[in-house]
């Protein structure tokens, strides 16, 4: 949806290249003349034209620095990293000699994106129609480059540990080679402006929130939405300021068109602690590729309001809570934020509550049945107040401060799990009346291989009235360090399960003897290595929770760790001819939308419905002897071919295929560019072989196999047994969700874990859906790791972050569990960059696997346009998520 400059440019070169201005649809004769090669020519020479005011403009606006594709689009102005929003819509040829050319070209619109630029073409006609319409398009983009793409006047940042000093202030921010998993310091994977990058010191958990702000303050996005057609902005005012970078995005929907933003200014903050690894080569650093930023708090234009408890339909959040910040919560939001699970299951929950003072509560915890627990602090947390966190968190790249969105009382305790392993765990008790507690509590994750109480939501869920109970794994540290596993297995059995068990229970009874009272029912929510660890509880402990939200699993953790490691002996290193870059994988995203896009779901929106459908045809890339825009060589092109399959171990289907459409945020966030997968290098030098020389790069079958044969030792950190008969017979309730562009985890893997228990368990869909709802969610990357959450309707309410949506799945899972009523889907919202404040681009259902969301028609922001299809077949898996002969490894 962007203006795209460079992608038209791009355009332009591809369409000089297949000669195709003369086709006469008419007649389907070619009529290229000697005058079509002058205007060729003439392109090209426009096409260098455009690229260097680009390069001299500097802009912010989604452009990447090299001229290329645009690798990511549709983010707030006022965020890190670009969403994964559409990549482009150049049409390749179509093989007769014609070229379809994206209207949202002529469109100011970088096309694809979320929301829709019109999926409208040019008709084909004679050589001087066609040349006529190439060259407006080219001096139409020239004046939308002179009159939006102002000067990048920058004000300096302040050096942040949490990475690329520029990445608030471009629509991308700056990932180091390595990305998350890999060496920093390498070259750099920029989009936009602000290519250079500070050298991280830490690697911040990407749960984290964002330290207080300091004083330096960064430049403006403005973002100008204009009507399809439009060549320029109808109010460029914005950009006479200095210091303000201004965008256009053109929607095609039919819903009214949001006003220009208020400018907001950022600020850059830095944060204090110590180094951490980076789990990337020896002595390397990384930029923190943490978008969103990481190193930016952020301020929304005036009128946002926050909210918090449940959120009503009609309030917006204006503190980042799923990222970012401690912001102070309104009284008047949190007094107006209202709770759609039934106020007769709150009161009856509550009604019974007896308050413990706070301040004595630590004397009265000696008992906690087996378990050897030392309370340390219990502390009276007002609503509001900047809390920092312990220094053993904040040291290792985990929050280093919070705000509780309610008055709490904040309890701390230490767990000895074995003889040599410890857990510190908090429980937030809701206690400014009598009423605060809901009556219930929800445990939270870790994710990756962190040690991270899980602020950020511990923060959020508390704010809905929960009893929040978060713990560190059994150690300290960030998502992508595992150097804690070395000679450490206590701790992988810890961060496997034991940790999470403890914490429940104890958690539990910490409820019952603060409010005299038990809670009614018990949660949990978590997404990533966290989606497994709501797994591995209904696995393994089916009675320490009523209901369960496991959002993009990584489960089947060793085969993972496998897959993600072999991509790099697929791509090779930066200068591998085997190597693709970000522009080559945004090339790769051109044709896959272009066969897999609205030829299969009817909507030309940037957005693969459902990706298991399309069966992508590589030979459509032009191919060439060297790398050139918009072509790749055959080697390359047997790189993509390779990157899309399944890996096995012998005949073994090991783990499914990343999916069409994830793999620029993949190279994004480090799995296509080379880099050395961090989680999986030290998981194999701790956990598998307590042997700090393993290099990752020679990782094969044998070492696949020794990482399994370990699972039981490690505590079954896979947690991929297929058998919930306990869970299913206790009645409890598990929601599951997937985004079908996630670039860390195939986005099929939850699809698969969910055949995996209907053939394991011999139930059919509906005898599954009285226990297990599994959720594909279109467009929508990992966990928002990196700031990039996707193109889709994401936002469901899974985080404080995604609280404004219309629809909620925490609520969604209270009713199911205490009401009965079942869900059948997901209403996803996706919000006008991102931002709450600037309302809804559009909605969409995301139906219950396994039904399909099918598009049936009208206007396809609207989720009345879309209804759900029951997949006949849902249960073949041969060759795609499970082995030749059904069954799973």
């Known amino acids: 949806m962007r203006v795209d400059a460079s992608l038209a440019a791009l355009f332009l070169s591809g369409l000089a290249g297949a000669h195709s201005f003369g086709y006469n649809s008419t007649n389907g004769t070619n009529s290229t003349s000697s005058g079509n090669h002058q205007v060729i020519s003439q392109l090209q020479k426009e096409i260098q034209e455009l690229r260097q005011k680009l390069a001299d403009a500097g802009s912010s606006c989604d452009i990447n620095g090299n001229g290329g594709l645009n690798s990511g689009s549709a983010t707030s102005p006022w965020e890190g990293s670009a969403s994964a929003t559409g990549y482009g819509s150049i049409q390749p040829s179509n093989g007769q000699g014609s070229s379809h050319v994206s209207q949202a070209s002529a469109a100011t619109s970088g096309a694809g994106s979320a929301g829709g630029a019109s999926p409208s073409t040019y008709q084909q006609g004679t050589p001087s129609s066609v040349s006529t319409q190439v060259t407006t398009i080219t001096n139409q983009y020239s004046t939308v480059v002179s009159t939006i793409y102002v000067t990048n006047t920058l004000a300096p940042a302040a050096s942040s540990a949490y990475g690329s ?42 749960y984290a929130p964002l330290p ?14 204009v009507t399809a057609g439009q060549s320029a902005p109808a109010n460029s005012g914005a950009a006479s300021s200095a210091g303000v970078d201004t965008c256009t995005e053109t929607y095609a929907g039919s819903g009214t068109i949001p006003s220009q933003p208020a400018s907001t200014s950022m600020a850059v903050s830095s944060s204090s602690g110590s ?13 923190a590729p943490y978008g969103f930023a990481n190193s930016t708090t952020r301020s929304y234009p005036t009128g946002s309001a926050a909210s918090s408890g449940f959120v009503s339909k009609t309030s917006i959040q204006s503190s980042s809570l799923g990222t970012a910040v401690s912001a102070s919560i309104s009284s008047t939001a949190t007094a107006n934020a209202t709770s759609s699970i039934s106020s007769s299951a709150k009161a009856s929950s509550t009604a019974a509550a007896n308050l413990t003072d706070c301040s004595s509560l630590c004397s009265t915890l000696t008992k906690f049945n087996d378990w050897d627990v030392t309370p340390e602090t219990c502390t009276q947390l007002k609503a509001g107040t900047l809390v920092n966190t312990p220094s053993g968190q904040s040291s290792v790249g985990c929050a280093a401060s919070f705000t509780p969105e309610i008055d709490v009382c904040q309890v701390t305790l230490n767990i000895k799990t074995s003889g040599t392993a410890n857990t510190y765990m908090e429980v937030w008790l809701p206690n400014a009346n009598s009423s605060s507690w809901n009556g219930r509590t929800m445990s ?51 961060w496997a399960w034991r940790a999470r068990h403890a914490s429940v229970d104890i958690g539990k009874q910490l409820v ?24 591995q509880s209904a696995q393994k402990f089916p009675n320490d929770f009523d209901g369960i939200i496991s959002g993009s699993s990584a489960n089947d ?23 693709l870059s970000i522009n080559d994988w945004t090339t790769v995203q051109t044709y896959i939308l272009a066969q897999c896009d609205e030829p299969l779901d009817g909507v030309a929106d940037g957005i693969l419905e459902d990706p298991t459908l399309c069966q992508f045809n590589v030979s459509a890339i032009p191919v060439c002897g060297a790398t050139t825009s918009g072509c790749l060589t055959a080697t ?65 079958p044998a070492d696949w196999n020794r990482a399994d044969q370990l699972d039981n030792l490690h505590g079954n950190p896979s947690a991929f047994n297929g058998d919930l008969s306990g869970f299913s017979g206790a009645g409890k309730k598990l929601m599951m969700y997937h985004g079908m562009a996630d670039p860390m985890t195939s986005g099929t893997n939850s699809q698969r874990y969910y055949q995996k228990v209907a053939a394991t368990m011999g139930l059919s869909n509906t005898e599954i859906d009285n226990f297990m709802r599994f959720y594909r969610i279109s467009g929508m990357a990992h966990c928002g790791v990196g700031g990039i959450s ?53 909605e969409r259902r995301h139906c219950r696997y396994p039904y399909r969301t099918t598009y049936t028609g009208g206007d396809s922001t609207k989720p009345d346009s879309w209804t759900c299809d029951f997949i006949e077949n849902w249960q073949d898996c041969e060759g795609v998520t499970c082995n030749a002969d059904g069954t799973f490894t």
């Not at 080679?177 to 070259?187: K, L, M, R, T, V």
């Not at 403006?220 to 939405?225: E, M, W």
């Open 790 to 842: 996707g193109a889709g309707a994401w936002m469901f309410g899974q985080s404080g972050l995604a609280a404004p949506a219309t629809d909620n799945i925490v609520t969604n899972l209270v009713d199911w569990v205490e009401s009965g009523a079942a869900p059948d889907s997901l209403l996803g919202t996706k919000f006008w960059y991102d931002t709450p404040s600037m309302g809804i681009e559009f």
């Open 636 to 700: 390359q092109i047997d790189t993509v071919e390779q990157v899309f399959k399944p890996l096995y171990n012998g005949n073994n289907l090991i783990y499914p295929a990343l999916l069409y459409g994830a793999q620029v945020d993949a190279f994004r966030l480090g799995l296509l560019s080379g880099s050395i997968q961090g989680i999986a290098q030290d998981f194999f030098r701790g956990a598998v072989y307590n042997d700090s020389s393993f290099n990752i790069l020679n990782i094969g």
């Open 444 to 494: 939270t994750d870790n994710g990756g291989l962190n040690g991270c109480v899980h602020y950020v939501d511990m923060q959020y869920v508390s704010g809905m009235g929960f009893a929040a109970i978060g713990d560190n794994a059994g150690h300290n540290g960030s998502s992508f360090d595992g150097t804690w596993t070395m000679n450490n297995n206590e701790a992988v059995v810890d």
């Open 212 to 225: 207080p702000a300091s004083t330096s303050t960064a430049a403006s996005t403005v973002t100008i939405i």
């Open 165 to 206: 000093a520029a990445a608030s202030n471009a629509g991308a921010s700056s990932y180091g080679s390595a990305a998350i998993n890999g060496p920093g310091g390498a070259s750099s994977v920029a989009s936009g402006a602000g290519s250079a990058s500070v050298a991280s010191t830490k690697t911040p958990d990407y």
């Open 512 to 535: 019952n003897q603060f409010y005299s009272k038990a809670a009614d029912y018990s949660y949990y929510i978590g997404c990533s290595a966290g989606g497994a660890q709501g797994l």
């Open 557 to 579: 953790f060793n085969h993972l760790q496998d897959w993600s490691a072999h991509f790099r002996q697929i791509t090779g290193a930066t200068g591998n001819d085997t190597f």
């Open 275 to 287: 180094a951490s690894s980076v789990n990337g080569e020896a002595g390397s650093s990384s930029s």
